[in-house]
């Protein structure tokens, strides 16, 4: 008995640091704890990491590093993506490779004469260089704007001109994408063409220098020629915590995307926070992430990556584009253990048959913007060997699920679920939960809720952004005493935020708020349904009723009005759908971030605007005004460019010059 009660302690503590040294705990630890700065951490990586080769791309990067100076390795992409076969490019780097090339990128923007805290954007595909580009923004002592290669076109040149952005990157095709679709450059001064002349066939060449000198006196240029010409890497230029690093956009699903402001030292508390809660070893774990790279997210996670020394493949596909079959194929043969996706990647993971896959290498899945539904995460859970490589005799893996927002700067909330996890109901998260992150409540109008009650989900915190960029009216409006209104409805349930709905997507019906969320988790367990988007539907008394979009399942047949009577019986009666469409999941309205836009179906049944015939006709007293000559297509695209450039610069209000104006103000935060 007395040999026991020294045994058996002895036992559990080698066995708990058994469990920290597989997981690498010590290590990020000491990382996370340590001194921390956003534009240091490529030259921490390459002191601690060298030439260890950390990240790999399934496309050749467009541009390469010329002369002599370090840079990418070459050769044929890795693996069986969608590059393969292509021209011989950059497609592994190490840690020296990646401070090499933010180097060179520095120097070609102090060249270009970039002054310290100007804006320099960057709207292109979505590649690993993305996140190349902005290490050389912030190194050069500029703020980096990343944005979504689809980013609508008509909305490009309002948003550079409100954030002032001076110098765009842009790749050929995504350029002449938004010159087509009638889009500008806004006001920028210069133009970087990231990509080789000579891989651009010479008639885009040719429509792209008439497009541009159409609309913008923009000086053009080519990033192999402004890197050829920029000599030896720039040093980076010291940033203190206060200063703002990066402007990322929200998603825009609520309206017009907003930028946020990401200062470094919030940023750096986001990378301690990322080094405690992704349980990650740079020996063991290599992962794959399909994700977009302009994301806040994703750059947090690159540079907590980076400065650890995770091993991770980088895929360009993240929404429809995403091959599921392919890539769990190519997650069983490399035996990556861990994949990192949002939402959109998961809905078409989840038609694929993983257990017929040897997945025994995989540990963990992680995703974040919105939370996953259920359907999503058990079958991820089900497959994965993360408890056998602990010594236990189970099967299955860890998912984590971060809550969060690009003004959050962190997760609000997260939680691991695995095979014996058997509370789901939009459970996303406890108070706490995430380390170095917020503090969490559920308020109505400023005041805590009790338990099961529901309210607004805020938070506040170290992580927390400060202001939207020129947009006063809707920091004041997003933030109350120091909380931050996440746009989330929620309640309380045993210590969890339960998660209802954004607060703009809730159904008013005759009877009470009916929520969403909670539908489309009912919904998905229904065996025809691939993808599901419900949405307030509007009634002749005014108020609304639950409807719903339902993309089928692939080879699966039923009409709507079954459908939707199967669905009622499993919904209560104020949940009931009053409206139920099939339609295929290439037509649901997806925006940058791959989340359904539910505001285009719920519009789509409100009251039609009466025509302008059938207004009643005001008799004048006076003779009408003289007919206005039309404005130029380069006026109405950017209306009003150059008063409103030079009132959002000189005094820092919102640029008058966005048409969607209206809709940002109405707008709410949204991931």
């Not at 705990?25 to 001194?35: E, V």
């Not at 000599?231 to 699903?253: D, K, M």
């Not at 699966?556 to 409206?579: K, M, Q």
């Not at 025509?611 to 206005?628: F, G, I, W």
Request: proline share 9%; hydrophobic share 40%.
């Amino acid at each position: 008995m007395i040999v026991a009660l020294f045994v058996l302690p002895g036992l559990a503590a080698a066995y708990v640091a058994f469990v920290c040294a597989s997981v690498a705990l010590p290590r990020r630890l000491w990382l996370a704890l340590g001194p921390m700065s956003l534009e240091r951490i490529p030259d921490r990586a390459a002191r601690r990491h060298r030439d260890r080769v950390l990240f790999t791309s399934d496309e050749p990067c467009t541009w390469s590093l010329p002369g002599p100076a370090p840079g990418p390795r070459f050769g044929p992409p890795p693996g069986p993506g969608p590059g393969a076969g292509a021209a011989p490019g950059p497609v592994a780097w190490t840690a020296r490779d990646i401070q090499a090339t933010a180097g060179l990128v520095a120097a070609a923007l102090r060249a270009l004469g970039l002054r310290h805290g100007q804006r320099v954007a960057i709207l292109k595909r979505n590649h690993l260089d993305i996140h190349l580009l902005h290490l050389g923004v912030v190194r050069a002592g500029g703020v980096a704007c990343p944005m979504n290669g689809a980013f609508a076109a008509g909305k490009v040149a309002p948003y550079l001109l409100n954030i002032d952005a001076r110098i765009l990157f842009a790749d050929v095709p995504t350029l002449l994408r938004v010159l087509r679709e009638g889009g500008t450059p806004g006001g920028v001064d210069a133009v970087v063409l990231v990509g080789r002349a000579a891989d651009v066939p010479a008639a885009d060449v040719r429509e792209l220098t008439a497009a541009l000198g159409g609309v913008t006196a923009a000086a053009v240029h080519w990033i192999e020629d402004l890197l050829a010409a920029a000599g030896e890497p720039a040093a980076a230029v010291h940033r203190g915590p206060r200063e703002p690093l990066l402007l990322v956009h929200t998603s825009g699903t609520t309206g017009f995307p907003k930028a946020v402001i990401l200062r470094n030292g919030p940023q750096s508390r986001a990378v301690r926070g990322w080094l405690c809660y992704v349980h990650v070893s740079p020996r063991r774990d290599r992962g794959y992430l399909a994700v977009p790279n302009n994301h806040q997210a994703v750059i947090l996670t690159f540079n907590s990556m980076l400065l650890l020394g995770i091993r991770a493949h980088w895929t360009t596909a993240t929404g429809r584009d995403f091959d599921a079959h392919r890539v769990v194929e190519e997650l069983a043969r490399e035996r990556y253990t861990g994949f990192f996706g949002f939402p959109i990647t998961y809905t078409q993971l989840k038609e694929v048959p993983l257990a017929a896959h040897d997945l025994r290498a995989m540990r963990f899945w992680a995703s974040t913007a919105d939370a996953a539904h259920e359907e999503m995460i058990r079958p991820c859970v089900r497959v994965g060997g993360t408890f056998r490589r602990l010594g236990l005799p189970m099967r299955g893996s860890v998912y984590l699920d971060a809550q969060g927002s690009s003004e959050v700067g962190t997760p609000s909330v997260l939680r691991y679920y695995s095979p014996v996890t058997r509370r789901y109901d939009r459970r996303i998260g406890r108070r706490h939960s995430a380390p170095f992150g917020p503090k969490v409540r559920i308020a109505r109008d400023g005041v805590p809720v009790g338990r099961g009650e529901v309210g607004r989900l805020e938070v506040r915190g170290k992580t927390l952004f400060e202001a939207y960029w020129n947009n006063h009216s809707l920091t004041y409006e997003a933030v109350r005493d120091g909380w931050f209104f996440t746009g989330d409805v929620a309640r309380w349930s045993g210590g969890h935020v339960v998660q209802l709905d954004r607060e703009v997507d809730v159904i008013h019906t005759g009877d009470g708020d009916v929520y969403s969320l909670p539908i489309e988790e009912r919904v998905h367990r229904h065996s025809a349904v691939f993808d599901v988007c419900v949405y307030g539907a509007r009634q002749p008394d005014g108020t609304q009723r639950p409807a719903a979009a339902v993309a089928l399942r692939p080879g699966v047949e039923i009409g709507a009005e079954r459908l939707r009577e199967e669905l009622n019986a499993l919904l209560s009666p104020a949940e009931e759908l009053v409206a139920l469409q099939i339609m295929p999941w290439s037509e649901f309205p997806i925006g940058v971030t791959g989340k359904t836009l539910k505001r285009e179906f719920r519009d789509g049944t409100e009251p039609s605007p009466v025509p302008e015939a059938n207004r009643p006709v005001t008799l004048r007293t006076s003779p009408p005004p003289p007919p206005s000559s039309p404005p130029s297509p380069l006026a109405m695209a950017v209306p009003a460019a150059g008063a409103a450039a030079g009132t959002a610069r000189s005094e820092g209000a919102v640029s008058p010059a966005q048409p969607a104006g209206q809709a940002l103000v109405a707008s709410r935060s949204d991931r």
